[in-house]
């Protein structure tokens, strides 16, 4: 596939976005380490090309995952022992537990969440929007699942 120099990801047209909307699943995903047949297209990305009503548009990228999401994703309790999690708040506030410690991140905050903390972004129905950047991704085989009583409680 031919190979483009930058897309461009406008939070305005994020907020547009049906997967991002009341009552969708909260969260899109723009670059992955390997396409969801069922869910996902690869497409070459640029300016304005992340909305969709079929298959999500997404860009291949080894190692390396790129998403946005809202208060309306769920999220289990997990760990990756491989991969960083970077999360940056683009709008609004989102609770977030590592490790057992309850954090608020407001507009333009970020956390880096290390491979083996355990983590949990924690849903108060306060509108934000959200990216996470995965470095050293390894996409299913490296998210691990918590259950309450295996590390701490949500």
Known sequence: ???KVFFLIRREE??????????SRGARKILVT???PEK?????LSEG???THGKAPVQIMKDSEIAFFNQNAS???HYHKEGTEIYT???????INVEGQEYTLLQGDTIVVHPHAVHQIKSRNVPFLASVI?????????????HDKERFAS
Not at 89 to 95: A, K, N, P, Q, R
Request: net charge negative; aromatic share 8%; glycine share 6%.
């Open 75 to 77: 999220q289990d309790q």
């Open 40 to 44: 996902e297209e690869e497409v070459l």
């Open 34 to 36: 390997e396409i969801y």
């Open 49 to 51: 090309q992340i909305h």
């Open 14 to 23: 994020l907020k547009k976005d049906p997967a991002l909307q009341f009552g």
């Open 89 to 95: 708040v683009l709008e609004g506030e989102m609770d």
């Open 134 to 146: 995965t470095i050293n991704c390894h996409g299913v085989y490296d998210k691990f699942i918590l």
């Open 1 to 3: 596939m031919e190979q």
